[in-house]
């Protein structure tokens, strides 16, 4: 008998859950292996072990099938890999428009976008599914906290491979416009998008390469971009993403900051003060070092000031094991609504002026002029355009709906509006 594709894949289902289950029984890695592939594998402890479910960490939530066996306990680490494989192996449907992909279940349906060939627990599923948890769990604590607006949920694929789900919010009672963009791509890339994707350049390739000799490679991130109404309330923005060549390289990124019209000292305090926390439970050096990275990487060198107030930022990060910067990077996307909330509900119903309004209308124009020249993921997708990789409502996803640009202007002294601007001038610590 010949079974269908979607067929095949439900047949499938208990075998790669017991997979992911065992790599999260086993308690810790023995090691992690760059095969010829170049991707990293995961290799279990104590290989052999039965189980009979995975076990989801906070805010992912992951569909398993009933597979019988022995049961099992895992640590916070293990528990990761376990969720993230299950989540990137296992699905209950599938879109006409992501048909390649294998399934994977995570909460509301998503359909893994990675290659078939991908195994359910390499890190490109369990990042890609980390992500989509991170993007259903944000979006809807959003929406609770605008009241009013919904996110638009928007699945695409490419035709050279991969995909994405564009989440955009318009219109809401708090927020005019906020985007939560998860992304998939794969395939061959020209050496100045490889450039624009890493700040080490062309040598992250893992070879030397031939002029015009391009690059197979494989990325995921999760970006996102929340503009409020209300000029007392800040603009955030974060992304995190994972890199692969196949030539043997793997890396990670991403950071999240903050841009706000008016200075308030003590919401920049709980903003930096989340982030300081989530860097020291891996190293106490990691926040200082992320914290300077991002008042360096968001600075506009043609006006002589930063973006915003900013955050954490890295990039070319394979310091540690894999499976750490996983970990990290899931705690910082399960961090940003714990950062961000709290600021927007204490100031979205002061009042405002229509010159406090002009003013943040201004620091957006400023915000364009950073993603339109300066930043790295924005360039990176331009480039990848014409091979067909790049989605142009994705990439410009991150502009505000409105921005203002007034001639040679300059805040009077001793003015809230100086007042931060002195602070863009000269990074200051918040914590």
């Given at each position: 008998?010949?079974?269908?594709?979607?067929?095949?894949?439900?047949?499938?289902?208990?075998?790669?859950?017991?997979?992911?289950?065992?790599?999260?029984?086993?308690?810790?890695?023995?090691?992690?292996?760059?095969?010829?592939?170049?991707?990293?594998?995961?290799?279990?402890?104590?290989?052999?072990?039965?189980?009979?479910?995975?076990?989801?960490?906070?805010?992912?939530?992951?569909?398993?099938?009933?597979?019988?066996?022995?049961?099992?306990?895992?640590?916070?680490?293990?528990?990761?890999?376990?969720?993230?494989?299950?989540?990137?192996?296992?699905?209950?449907?599938?879109?006409?428009?992501?048909?390649?992909?294998?399934?994977?279940?995570?909460?509301?349906?998503?359909?893994?976008?990675?290659?078939?060939?991908?195994?359910?627990?390499?890190?490109?599923?369990?990042?890609?599914?980390?992500?989509?948890?991170?993007?259903?769990?944000?979006?809807?604590?959003?929406?609770?906290?605008?009241?009013?607006?919904?996110?638009?949920?928007?699945?695409?694929?490419?035709?050279?491979?991969?995909?994405?789900?564009?989440?955009?919010?318009?219109?809401?009672?708090?927020?005019?416009?906020?985007?939560?963009?998860?992304?998939?791509?794969?395939?061959?890339?020209?050496?100045?998008?490889?450039?624009?994707?890493?700040?080490?350049?062309?040598?992250?390739?893992?070879?030397?390469?031939?002029?015009?000799?391009?690059?197979?490679?494989?990325?995921?991130?999760?970006?996102?971009?929340?503009?409020?109404?209300?000029?007392?309330?800040?603009?955030?923005?974060?992304?995190?993403?994972?890199?692969?060549?196949?030539?043997?390289?793997?890396?990670?990124?991403?950071?999240?900051?903050?841009?706000?019209?008016?200075?308030?000292?003590?919401?920049?305090?709980?903003?930096?003060?989340?982030?300081?926390?989530?860097?020291?439970?891996?190293?106490?050096?990691?926040?200082?070092?992320?914290?300077?990275?991002?008042?360096?990487?968001?600075?506009?060198?043609?006006?002589?000031?930063?973006?915003?107030?900013?955050?954490?930022?890295?990039?070319?990060?394979?310091?540690?094991?894999?499976?750490t910067h996983l970990k990290f990077s899931t705690?910082?996307?399960?961090?940003?609504?714990?950062?961000?909330?709290?600021?927007?509900?204490?100031?979205?119903?002061?009042?405002?002026?229509?010159?406090?309004?002009?003013?943040?209308?201004?620091?957006?124009?400023?915000?364009?002029?950073?993603?339109?020249?300066?930043?790295?993921?924005?360039?990176?997708?331009?480039?990848?355009?014409?091979?067909g990789a790049g989605r142009i409502e994705s990439?410009?996803?991150?502009?505000?709906?409105?921005?203002?640009?007034?001639?040679?202007?300059?805040?009077?002294?001793?003015?809230?509006?100086?007042?931060?601007?002195?602070?863009?001038?000269?990074?200051?610590?918040?914590?």
């Amino acid at each position: 008998m010949v079974l269908s594709r979607q067929e095949r894949r439900r047949a499938d289902a208990p075998a790669i859950v017991a997979a992911a289950a065992t790599a999260a029984a086993a308690g810790g890695l023995t090691a992690w292996a760059l095969p010829s592939s170049g991707r990293p594998t995961f290799t279990p402890a104590s290989p052999g072990i039965a189980n009979n479910a995975a076990v989801a960490p906070a805010g992912i939530q992951v569909a398993a099938a009933n597979v019988s066996s022995s049961s099992f306990s895992a640590s916070s680490s293990s528990a990761l890999a376990a969720a993230a494989v299950g989540a990137a192996a296992l699905a209950g449907r599938h879109s006409k428009r992501q048909s390649r992909s294998r399934a994977c279940s995570v909460k509301m349906g998503y359909t893994s976008l990675c290659k078939d060939s991908d195994p359910p627990d390499c890190m490109r599923r369990r990042f890609e599914a980390a992500c989509a948890a991170a993007q259903e769990q944000i979006c809807k604590t959003i929406e609770d906290l605008d009241g009013g607006a919904k996110f638009d949920r928007e699945p695409y694929s490419r035709d050279g491979g991969g995909g994405g789900i564009a989440r955009v919010l318009k219109g809401g009672n708090v927020f005019e416009k906020a985007g939560v963009n998860l992304s998939v791509v794969y395939g061959e890339m020209p050496q100045d998008a490889l450039r624009a994707a890493t700040e080490r350049g062309v040598d992250r390739a893992g070879v030397k390469l031939e002029p015009g000799q391009k690059v197979p490679f494989f990325a995921c991130g999760l970006s996102s971009v929340m503009h409020p109404k209300n000029p007392h309330c800040p603009t955030m923005h974060f992304n995190y993403r994972y890199f692969e060549t196949d030539f043997g390289t793997w890396w990670f990124g991403g950071g999240t900051d903050i841009t706000p019209s008016y200075l308030d000292r003590e919401d920049m305090k709980h903003f930096h003060g989340t982030y300081k926390k989530v860097c020291e439970k891996y190293d106490p050096e990691w926040y200082p070092k992320f914290k300077e990275w991002a008042d360096r990487y968001f600075y506009i060198k043609h006006r002589g000031e930063t973006r915003g107030l900013g955050g954490i930022f890295f990039d070319d990060f394979n310091s540690e094991d894999p499976e750490t910067h996983l970990k990290f990077s899931t705690d910082c996307l399960q961090a940003v609504t714990e950062a961000y909330v709290p600021v927007i509900e204490k100031n979205r119903n002061r009042e405002f002026t229509e010159l406090q309004k002009d003013w943040q209308q201004m620091r957006r124009g400023r915000y364009v002029e950073f993603n339109l020249v300066y930043d790295r993921g924005t360039i990176f997708g331009l480039k990848m355009l014409p091979s067909g990789a790049g989605r142009i409502e994705s990439i410009l996803m991150s502009l505000p709906e409105t921005a203002r640009w007034q001639y040679c202007h300059e805040p009077e002294p001793g003015t809230p509006e100086m007042e931060i601007m002195e602070a863009f001038r000269t990074p200051q610590e918040w914590v």
